[in-house]
């Protein structure tokens, strides 16, 4: 396989210029491109020189030849690109490729909002137990287990995560509404710095799914003062996207300034259309908040539609200690008429995103058991219909019987509201999925069209076809944006010295061809990627090679000078 790989990239890469071998300077020089150097100053006519994992010439004419050299025809080259929030968490174990971001010049994938560890035993059984379509052995305990075992599969993309506090907190209190004793509360806050000296960039959590939802703000600020102290931001999914969302945003400003770490809002939006004019205030609230030298970001992903499960459309009380607590209470005739009740509560006091999106506005997207898989790609609606029943007590029945949260996408936000967000400058950009391919196990459900598109549609659409931004502000917002924020040293800038993520696309062709009906379609226009010097990426093909790496945090203890010390850590960002 390897070797075939090379001898494609032999074949199809123009050869050095005839010179002798004591003129060749560089493995690999990129010549004839467009740099847009992840600044967001204008990009300049000029080469990339790579020796190793980084590069070590980036400017108008690099000395020397290479013994491979790659003429970029006028095309773009940039920084790789990060996923601020991917959850290639299982299909990393599978497919080690991740080829739908890989496809999309993707070098780096951040997971977030809960983690692979740490695990007890019971979690460990409630995992497999669980498992859908893709299956794995869980032979990790910690996070940083769980990232080092990726990196010895041989991974194209690199990886890095935030621990969550959720994770954290089923270790320790389980999946039950309780709050922690100062003793418990201690523990987590051990869990969290042992993630933080295993190499994770932060705290993240998403607080409108149980048991996170739970946590009250002083837990969260504790756990991401514990963070802070290590070098590490807060990052979360917050309380309310919709009816409570300049509440949820406050929140998340209040842990920002109570633990002193800088914090990311995950996945920004407007969610229900009676919410949709809140996004002046919330745009309003961060920055003023970032004004006033409170570090606050966000990222996206560029749909109207979201993608969780039936959860979010029930009271958490219902869902109180698990999967299979939430599947027992719901065959419970009693049970079922109160949730019946509060589902169709105007005035919820919980996330109800099958209220705001409407059971016509609920599309199926995944399913575990084979029985039901025939209903993919169908609406709750269509479903409700089909069995003569309201799409509440449909939701009731496909949660029941497939054993499992079931994949939906809500249809949620405005299209408007999307262009305004892409355009702010704080506002990177983030998958919110796995890393599938269209093939395999992959193809057993369907995935959310930003799995293969969301980053290349940054390109195509809001730069190319609706002018929304330039060209050089979406790369600094697809590359050095992200890396600032987390702090990470020698990523997302075509600098010398920095690491080889190195993308290289034609503006004029790039384009996302996913969609909602037929979503197992990858992305075109990005033609080579190289992933800490290895090319990941040839004439837009995958190699194969396992260019990727684990990517830690400035906590890691196997750094030099590493380790959680109070109030040694500086964060570098931008307003």
């Known amino acids: 396989m390897r070797l075939n790989v090379l001898i494609l990239m032999l074949v199809s890469i123009a050869p050095p210029a005839m010179a002798e ?7 690999i020089i990129i010549r004839n491109g467009l740099i847009y150097d992840g600044s967001g100053k204008p990009a300049y006519a000029g080469e990339i020189a790579i020796d190793g994992d980084r590069i070590s010439y980036a400017g108008p004419h690099a000395p020397g030849a290479g013994r491979l050299e790659v003429d970029a025809h006028g095309k773009a080259v940039s920084p790789g690109f990060i996923n601020m929030l991917a959850h290639p968490e299982e299909s990393l174990l599978v497919d080690k490729r991740a080829l739908s971001d890989i496809t999309q010049g993707v070098t780096l994938e951040v997971m977030g909002e809960d983690s692979m560890g740490p695990l007890t ?3 460990k059984a409630e995992m497999k137990s669980h498992e859908g379509d893709i299956h794995y052995d869980i032979d990790w305990t910690t996070l940083g287990e769980y990232l080092e075992r990726l990196q010895s599969k041989g991974i194209a993309p690199n990886v890095a995560a935030f621990v969550g506090a959720g994770t954290v907190r089923i270790n320790v209190l389980g999946e039950d509404n309780v709050q922690p004793t100062p003793a418990q509360l201690l523990q987590m806050r051990g869990l969290v710095h042992q993630a933080m000296e295993e190499g994770a960039l932060g705290v993240t959590t998403a607080l409108i799914y149980n048991p996170n939802t739970y946590a009250k703000t002083p837990e969260l600020i504790a756990l991401a003062s514990e963070s802070a102290r290590c070098g590490g931001m807060y990052i979360a999914h917050m309380r309310s996207e919709g009816d409570r969302i300049v509440e949820a945003v406050q929140e998340t400003i209040d842990i920002a300034k109570g633990s002193g770490a ?9 969610a229900g259309r009676v919410n949709w004019s809140k996004l002046d205030a919330v745009i309003n609230q961060v920055q003023a908040a970032r004004a006033a030298g409170t570090r ?3 990222d996206m992903y560029l749909y109207t539609a979201g993608a969780t499960g039936l959860d979010v459309s029930m009271p958490a ?19 079922r008429a109160r949730v019946l009740a509060e589902m169709r509560d105007p005035s919820p006091t919980w996330e109800n995103l099958l209220q705001r999106a409407g059971a016509k506005g609920a599309l199926l997207l995944e399913f575990k058991n084979p029985a039901l898989k025939p209903l993919t790609g169908k609406t709750l609606d269509e479903v409700a219909t089909m069995r003569g029943v309201s799409p509440e007590e449909a939701a009731m029945q ?17 299209e408007d509201n999307v262009r305004r967000e892409v355009a702010l400058s704080w506002v990177s950009f983030g998958s919110d999925a796995s890393a599938p391919a269209p093939e395999g196990v992959f193809l057993l459900s369907n995935e959310h069209p930003r799995a293969y598109g969301n980053f290349v549609r940054v390109l195509a659409k809001y730069v190319r076809d609706d002018k929304v931004i330039s060209l050089e502000e979406a790369v600094r917002k697809l590359s050095a944006l992200p890396a600032q924020n987390l702090s990470l040293k020698d990523r997302g800038m075509l600098r010398k010295g920095y690491f080889a993520d190195v993308v290289i696309f034609d503006p004029r062709t790039v384009q996302d061809h996913a969609t909602y009906e037929h979503p197992h379609q990858l992305s075109t226009g990005v033609d080579e990627v190289w992933i800490n010097g290895i090319q990941a990426l040839h004439n837009g093909n995958a190699t194969g090679l396992p260019s990727g790496r684990f990517v830690r945090g400035r906590a890691w203890r196997g750094a030099p000078g590493g380790g959680c010390r109070a109030g040694s850590q500086q964060w570098t960002w931008s307003k």
């Open 317 to 335: 009380w219902v869902q109180e200690g698990g999967l299979d607590k939430w599947i027992a209470r719901l065959k419970d005739p009693a049970i």
């Open 121 to 123: 035993p019971a979690m």
């Open 296 to 298: 606050i970001t966000a």
């Open 21 to 27: 071998s004591a003129n060749i300077h560089h493995d």
């Open 262 to 270: 800088p914090a990311e809002i995950y996945h920004l939006k407007v």
């Open 398 to 414: 496909l949660v029941v019987e497939d054993g499992s949260r079931v994949g939906v996408a809500y249809f949620l936000m405005s």
